[in-house]
């Protein structure tokens, strides 16, 4: 049997020069003894404020639309009080364009708070996150997660004041300012990438957004029933004071994973240098080719995934399904649960006899089959039977992240995540802003005309994967060769010599 050294990849190829090898080659060959969990707290913690937000912000909104366009606070709160948008409005043809006209509205503003976000955190996301591998990861965090709770307690003082949409902006720039959750989540995996080897890390990034989506169904759960019971301002005061728990978890619970420079002051032009020069400083085994179409994949997914979650909220208050909050926050949980530990559970399941590549395009396929089915969604069963077609899509995004992470050395882990930070920002604006401009033109014909749109832009990401499995001869299966008795990697079409 052939001797192999400690840093030879573990999975092999009867092709040479695959990209493994300098995969397994620039990985260190140690790491900070960090065994515990330290960043999943701190995860679910935020996300257990987050994610509810979203959906709580997407009902205020739609409440203060309709208030205005009914002309009494009276009509517009019978949503809070467990009843519907299309129980309100008699269904008179007048009436009915008024439906679609607030609609139409709060889907504008929407997405004007998401620019308020996401703009600025556009800047600031590859500025932090280059400057994590110098300055620390635990920074990065605070940072981010006193931003988010900032833009929470001034909603709290619009809403008990009742100032209005308009006021949310200044909170919502502050929240960009900080980086975000997209800040957080580039820290939070690059912690990761520091502390876990290259074995365990596809698992690893994939349990991190399962942890996310546990906290979050967690919260939505509840959510319905506070708002229906108790109004916005205890459910965001809620938030808020999560938050602030988070903080004091991480001053005291977080130990730096990344040794700190002292030399270097934070510097964001230099970062933001550093964040873009990741794509060209070297070429070897054509890295910088590999990893442009792995971002422009990874794109043209998060456009869908975390671009679309306003419409459909806006899609569930109107017809013909015409749910409650609480139906709202029922769906929104039992979906992130299906969504996330779906994901971790399939790189499980399907790692035995898939290569990482092999399951992004199995991801893909799921999640594409879910848009297509919700399109023509007519019943409440029909909608709740779209996030168990699609719960193994999840895989895609984290596993793509996983092999960038793989692709890149140790001191550029913050860059690289927040390059996929800022992507990630960048398609949620873009996609915020696109899916809801779709739906208010196309609500009153087809409403679930959005959700063919999102196929299709999920279908493209398929096309670029496969180029990059092309280009890196990439290997989709894998199966254990019966003369060494290791794990061997096999092309899907290549067969296996025994």
């Given at each position: 049997?052939?001797?192999?050294?400690?840093?030879?990849?573990?999975?092999?190829?009867?092709?040479?020069?695959?990209?493994?090898?300098?995969?397994?080659?620039?990985?260190?060959?140690?790491?900070?003894?960090?065994?515990?969990?330290?960043?999943?707290?701190?995860?679910?913690?935020?996300?257990?404020?987050?994610?509810?937000?979203?959906?709580?912000?997407?009902?205020?909104?739609?409440?203060?639309?309709?208030?205005?366009?009914?002309?009494?606070?009276?009509?517009?709160?019978?949503?809070?009080?467990?009843?519907?948008?299309?129980?309100?409005?008699?269904?008179?043809?007048?009436?009915?364009?008024?439906?679609?006209?607030?609609?139409?509205?709060?889907?504008?503003?929407?997405?004007?708070?998401?620019?308020?976000?996401?703009?600025?955190?556009?800047?600031?996301?590859?500025?932090?996150?280059?400057?994590?591998?110098?300055?620390?990861?635990?920074?990065?965090?605070?940072?981010?997660?006193?931003?988010?709770?900032?833009?929470?307690?001034?909603?709290?003082?619009?809403?008990?004041?009742?100032?209005?949409?308009?006021?949310?902006?200044?909170?919502?720039?502050?929240?960009?300012?900080?980086?975000?959750?997209?800040?957080?989540?580039?820290?939070?995996?690059?912690?990761?990438?520091?502390?876990?080897?290259?074995?365990?890390?596809?698992?690893?990034?994939?349990?991190?957004?399962?942890?996310?989506?546990?906290?979050?169904?967690?919260?939505?759960?509840?959510?319905?029933?506070?708002?229906?019971?108790?109004?916005?301002?205890?459910?965001?005061?809620?938030?808020?004071?999560?938050?602030?728990?988070?903080?004091?978890?991480?001053?005291?619970?977080?130990?730096?994973?990344?040794?700190?420079?002292?030399n270097d002051n934070f510097n964001p032009f230099w970062d933001l240098?550093?964040?873009?020069?990741?794509?060209?400083?070297?070429?070897?085994?054509?890295?910088?080719?590999?990893?442009?179409?792995?971002?422009?994949?990874?794109?043209?997914?998060?456009?869908?995934?975390?671009?679309?979650?306003?419409?459909?909220?806006?899609?569930?208050?109107?017809?013909?399904?015409?749910?409650?909050?609480?139906?709202?926050?029922?769906?929104?949980?039992?979906?992130?649960?299906?969504?996330?530990?779906?994901?971790?559970?399939?790189?499980?399941?399907?790692?035995?006899?898939?290569?990482?590549?092999?399951?992004?395009?199995?991801?893909?396929?799921?999640?594409?089959?879910?848009?297509?089915?919700?399109?023509?969604?007519?019943?409440?069963?029909?909608?709740?039977?779209?996030?168990?077609?699609?719960?193994?899509?999840?895989?895609?995004?984290?596993?793509?992240?996983?092999?960038?992470?793989?692709?890149?050395?140790?001191?550029?882990?913050?860059?690289?995540?927040?390059?996929?930070?800022?992507?990630?920002?960048?398609?949620?604006?873009?996609?915020?802003?696109?899916?809801?401009?779709?739906?208010?033109?196309?609500?009153?014909?087809?409403?679930?005309?959005?959700?063919?749109?999102?196929?299709?832009?999920?279908?493209?990401?398929?096309?670029?994967?496969?180029?990059?499995?092309?280009?890196?001869?990439?290997?989709?299966?894998?199966?254990?060769?019966?003369?060494?008795?290791?794990?061997?990697?096999?092309?899907?079409?290549?067969?296996?010599?025994?």
């Amino acid at each position: 049997m052939t001797d192999y050294k400690e840093t030879d990849p573990l999975l092999t190829s009867t092709k040479g020069n695959i990209q493994e090898d300098v995969i397994v080659k620039t990985a260190p060959k140690s790491r900070p003894r960090i065994n515990r969990l330290i960043v999943e707290p701190v995860i679910f913690l935020y996300f257990l404020a987050f994610t509810p937000s979203i959906t709580l912000t997407e009902q205020y909104v739609f409440h203060v639309v309709g208030k205005e366009y009914q002309g009494s606070d009276t009509d517009a709160s019978k949503h809070v009080q467990g009843k519907t948008q299309c129980d309100v409005i008699n269904e008179t043809v007048t009436e009915a364009k008024m439906r679609d006209t607030i609609q139409a509205n709060a889907s504008k503003w929407m997405m004007y708070l998401n620019i308020a976000i996401l703009v600025p955190q556009l800047v600031m996301v590859p500025i932090l996150g280059a400057y994590s591998d110098r300055g620390g990861r635990k920074i990065i965090i605070l940072l981010s997660i006193a931003g988010t709770c900032l833009n929470y307690i001034a909603n709290v003082i619009i809403i008990y004041l009742d100032l209005g949409i308009k006021y949310w902006i200044l909170g919502c720039v502050i929240q960009g300012i900080s980086g975000g959750a997209s800040a957080l989540m580039s820290a939070c995996f690059a912690y990761i990438a520091d502390i876990v080897e290259l074995d365990d890390r596809s698992f690893r990034i994939t349990a991190l957004n399962a942890v996310l989506g546990v906290s979050g169904a967690a919260a939505q759960l509840g959510i319905g029933y506070w708002i229906t019971y108790d109004g916005y301002l205890p459910s965001f005061w809620f938030i808020s004071c999560v938050l602030i728990v988070n903080i004091f978890y991480v001053i005291f619970f977080v130990p730096e994973s990344k040794q700190q420079n002292t030399n270097d002051n934070f510097n964001p032009f230099w970062d933001l240098k550093n964040a873009v020069m990741l794509y060209y400083k070297t070429d070897e085994s054509e890295r910088n080719r590999k990893l442009l179409i792995l971002i422009i994949t990874f794109a043209l997914a998060s456009l869908v995934s975390y671009g679309s979650a306003d419409v459909l909220a806006l899609f569930m208050l109107n017809r013909p399904l015409c749910w409650t909050s609480v139906l709202i926050g029922i769906f929104t949980a039992m979906s992130i649960i299906m969504w996330n530990i779906g994901g971790m559970v399939g790189v499980k399941l399907f790692e035995r006899w898939l290569t990482d590549e092999g399951m992004i395009l199995l991801a893909a396929l799921f999640f594409i089959a879910m848009q297509a089915f919700q399109a023509f969604v007519k019943s409440t069963f029909m909608m709740f039977i779209g996030p168990v077609i699609g719960m193994f899509g999840s895989m895609f995004l984290p596993l793509i992240s996983s092999i960038m992470s793989k692709t890149v050395r140790d001191d550029e882990q913050g860059a690289l995540f927040a390059g996929i930070g800022c992507i990630g920002t960048a398609t949620t604006l873009a996609g915020g802003a696109l899916y809801n401009t779709i739906y208010a033109e196309t609500v009153d014909w087809f409403g679930g005309f959005v959700f063919l749109v999102t196929a299709g832009i999920f279908l493209l990401a398929i096309v670029t994967f496969w180029i990059y499995v092309k280009m890196s001869g990439t290997h989709l299966l894998h199966v254990v060769s019966k003369q060494e008795g290791r794990l061997v990697s096999v092309l899907a079409d290549e067969p296996l010599n025994t």
